[in-house]
Structure formats: C-alpha cells, structure tokens
C-alpha cells in the first residue's frame, strides 16, 4: 500500500515563526500536493508538484512556500506563521499518468497547525 | 475550470442504498469524474472514477449521465463506516498529470442506525 507519511499530527506554533510542514511519501510517486481544510471552506490547494524541482501555484498560495528536493519529500513552508494559517495541512501524491488514465490521489492524515 | 456542484449534506438509514449526486455541466469531453471520501479525523482516499460507462469496484458504483453533465455515486447498503465527506471531482484525461487537482467542500453523508 502507499504510504504517505506527514511530520507531525498535532503542531503549535507562534505568530511570525518560520514553520516546516513535510510530507514524504514511499511510492515513488511524482505528483505532490498540498491541501489546506477548514470548516465550510472544504478541500483548498495551496501548491502541487509534478516532478523534483518543479512546483505550481494552487489557488491559495499566498504566505506559503515549497521545496522538492527529492522525489520522496515535497515540503510546505510558510515564512511567517500568522493566526489565519491555523488549519488542518494535508499532503497527497500521485503517479503522473499520461494518456487516459488518472492515477488517484493518495493523502496523508494531516498535519492540524495551531498558530497562537 | 469546469467545476462540480454537490449538495452539503445527505442522510440515510443503515443498510439501505445511497445515491450521492453531483453535477458537472461544463464537464469537457476528455474530464474523468472521480469521487474520493474522507473519513473523520483522516485524509481522503479514493473511491472510483470514470470517463463515460458507468463503472463498479468493491466499494461502489459510478453512474454517469449519458450528456456527462451529471454522475451518481451509488453505495448499494450503506452502513455506518459509510459516514464521511463524499467529494466530486473532474480530472483531465491527456494532461490531468501536469494540473492542478481542484476539490470543493463535498457532500456530508449521515448514516442514521
């Protein structure tokens, strides 16, 4: 089975603190994604990777960054931790499939980020 | 983007069939319809997908409309791990690997006992 494993379940951080949220999966997938959930907002991406190096926006990207330096890791980042960034973080990955096939998104258990 | 309308929450009795709507009406010719679900307190995982044929797995089925502007997903005797957020999804076929994966806020199943 696929596992995508993030850092950490629970994590609490302060307003203006660089935080690291990491996501690493062990399928050799090349897609990865970052999600952000909140209530009554549902499922929103903040950016997605289709190969090491490569990364594109989402649509909320704004205050966060990312880093794929290898196939296995995609990493969120966000520069300045401010208290509207609480949410629950999930991370997916996926094959790139080509043709008409879609491989499915497999996701992490999140990474639910309090920032105080 | 085309994108999927779903209604915010369904209920049904334990162990009758559930059929979950959603419409896509600006669905393009080569968009895969996909459904994920996601349990409480986990990530979504992935349920079906298909293109044009309605389609069947072990956890349920996938009814498409023949104009592809609407699906079903159908769970023939809902039970109470059924619970969860059931989420409607359009994939590009020949580029779906190189964009984006755009979810909205699903549809929340209640199983009543």
């Known amino acids: 089975d696929v596992k995508v494993t993030q850092s950490s379940r629970y994590l609490v951080k302060r307003t203006g603190e660089k935080v690291f949220l990491e996501c690493v999966q062990d399928m050799d997938h090349e897609n990865m994604f970052w999600y952000r959930q909140d209530p009554g907002l549902g499922l929103r991406l903040i950016y997605f990777?289709?190969?090491?190096?490569?990364?594109e926006k989402g649509d909320i990207p704004e205050g966060y960054s990312v880093s794929r330096e290898k196939k296995e890791r995609f990493s969120l980042i966000l520069e300045s931790a401010s208290t509207n960034q609480t949410s629950m973080y999930l991370c997916?990955?996926?094959?790139?499939?080509?043709?008409?096939?879609?491989?499915?998104?497999?996701f992490g258990n999140g990474t639910r980020l309090t920032v105080t | 983007d085309a994108k999927t309308t779903q209604p915010n929450s369904m209920e049904s009795n334990e162990e009758e069939p559930v059929h979950l709507p959603c419409n896509h009406s600006?669905?393009?010719?080569?968009?895969?319809i996909h459904w994920y679900r996601q349990l409480p307190s986990q990530g979504p995982e992935y349920v079906i997908h298909?293109?044009?044929s309605n389609v069947n797995n072990r956890m349920a089925s996938l009814a498409i409309a023949e104009d592809r502007k609407s699906s079903t997903l159908i769970l023939h005797r809902a039970t109470l791990r059924d619970a969860a957020v059931y989420y409607c999804i359009l994939r590009d076929g020949p580029f779906g690997g190189y964009q984006k994966v755009t979810f909205g806020t699903g549809t929340k199943l209640q199983v009543i006992p």
């Open positions: 298909g293109l044009t």
């Open positions: 997916a990955s996926s094959l790139r499939s080509a043709g008409h096939t879609n491989s499915p998104l497999h």
């Open positions: 600006t669905i393009s010719g080569t968009d895969y």
């Open positions: 990777s289709y190969d090491v190096k490569m990364k």
